[in-house]
């Protein structure tokens, strides 16, 4: 028996499976060798933005839509979340999907009627609906304190366990980012994926092969606010404090500009953007307000030397494949098939028609 | 009753008659041409069948059924499949992923089903990828061996080939076809008129919009002439070549100086 392929399949799946269980295992035991909880805290917040990141590339990224008011749904999820259970005793457990349904919700409401439009119309609605969004939270002071803000939202409580210390967020947000990424990746390597891909390319196309483009767009729509309410909802039990500032649009044109660094159209693009942007400032903060230069020396930067980001639209994908494993190519049968030969088909394959 | 029927369909862009009252109708297992000079609103009654453009007056019938209002996906959901005259193809997606995609209609994993995978999701895609092949086959070695290759980098004859796989992949009952032939060599021509024989053997009624006679001629059973809008002859490639206003309409009125 010819043991050499299977000896190669086994190799080839270990490398790949290898490469992922590193990077999981790192993060696991990240907490065990950071003993700093500043650190910690850089990497949640890392995580807080590569679900918000991830979301907003499943609108901008897979179906070439742009929202430029993201931060909106976050700060649903974030306000419903701390009002659910300061006002109504949720818990966090229940609060969490809870406020990413709500999310979803207001997503449905904003992208319902303008996402019939093509062209610009979503992208001005959700800027609108941004700043909306921030003026109801400042001026609807029995709801939500105004721009004082809610404080004292209560800490997470896991059944008994109740969170207190860094570690505690760190893996909470590492199982959401985990939990994000992999929904994310089932939905884009689908049907449905598909389909997203095909309104990002050529709409009318889409639509003339039977594509509902939307019913695809509303629900791409509404899984990413869904993903942004989640988001939220962790940030508001984390740093506890809300206020109508930490959901400005300026905040959403940090995320567009963690997809334009990072690249968008791939699921590696957007975490690695989410994560230079937390990082750099952090890294720089010896510089105290300078370093918002170098966050913006670097946004000028990638727009005149690689205007898609760092990783382009779809050429990364997060399945690796090992160089020596073939693509997976037309059976044989199927290219000698013959009704090629049977002389009623006649095209030349010598070179002369080649185009 | 008619497979499709055209009754007088009106098209206006602002003031302009694109289309002024065109009626025909095509019977199942037709090939049947759509002629005329540049601007006469061939693509214009394209874009009115496949429900792009909604019309002013008229309705399109559909094996019995009145098309108007219908969106352009309820409209291929029906079983109307085209290709566009500028190729609209997705770009950035590979050769399989856009003939997978052109069965869209047919697949039945949605949201819930993509998310847990249960496993008749795996078994419908490995069925869509070989339907997807099968038809490919029809194109031989020209998009066969680049499969994975993105759309964007294929050469123009072969964007148009793809888009006729994509347009087949769909199971349609009728195909519209807009200039398949539009940037081929005459080898790759008759090929394309063999393979749109084939199609027709298949049990898929064709409807095609040309220029080349060759195509015209040899593939056609009958052909629709328009002009300005209007339609002003219908009928078998013989009669058509005879037809005085069909001369008319592309070369120009003839005069009889010389012997007068």
Redesign the interface.
Known sequence: MNLGPVLKKGIGWIIIHGVYILIFGVFVLLPFFLKNPYYIRIFIFIGIYIILALSLNLINGYTGLLSIGHAAFYGIGAYSSALLTLRLGFPFLIALPVSGIIAAIFGYLIGKPTLRLRGIFLTLCTLGFNIIFVLALVNWESLTRGPLGIADIPLPKFFFHTFQRQEHYYYLIFFLVLFTIA?IY??IH??????L??I???E??????????VHYKL?AFI?STFYAGISGSFFAHYIRFISPDNFTFWESFTLLAMLAIGGQ?NLLGPMVGAFLLIAIPEIFRFLADYRMIFYGLILIFMMLFRREGIFR??TYSLRITPPWEK?????QY??R?K??TDG??????DG??K? | MEFLKVNSVTKTFGGLYALKGVSFSISEGEIVSLIGPNGAGKTTLFNCI?G?FPFLEGEVFFKGKSLNGF???EI??LGI??T?QIT??????TI??TM???Q??H?R???W???L?PRW?SVEEKEAREKG??I???F???L??R??EFAETL????KRRLEIA??L??EPELLLLDEPTAG??P??T??II??IK?IRDSGITVFIIEHDMKVIMGASDRIVVLDHGEKIAEGTPVQIQNDERVIQAYMGKRYHHAST
């Open positions: 929904s089932r939905l689908s049907r449905f994926g598909n389909a891909l095909s990002r390319e050529e009318t196309a889409a639509e003339a092969v039977g594509v509902n483009t629900a899984i159209g639209h779809r693509k997976e190519e037309a059976p199927l290219v098939d009704f090629l009623q088909f006649k095209e030349r394959s002369v028609s185009s | 496949n792009i969106k352009p996906h291929a959901e499949a085209r566009f609209r193809l997705f770009s950035k997606m399989l992923e997978i995609l052109g869209h209609y697949l994993t949605g949201i089903s993509a998310l995978r999701v092949l099968n490919l086959v029809l031989g070695e020209r066969l061996p499969i994975n050469s123009y004859a072969n994509r347009a992949a769909s081929m060599n080898y790759e008759e090929g063999a393979l084939k």
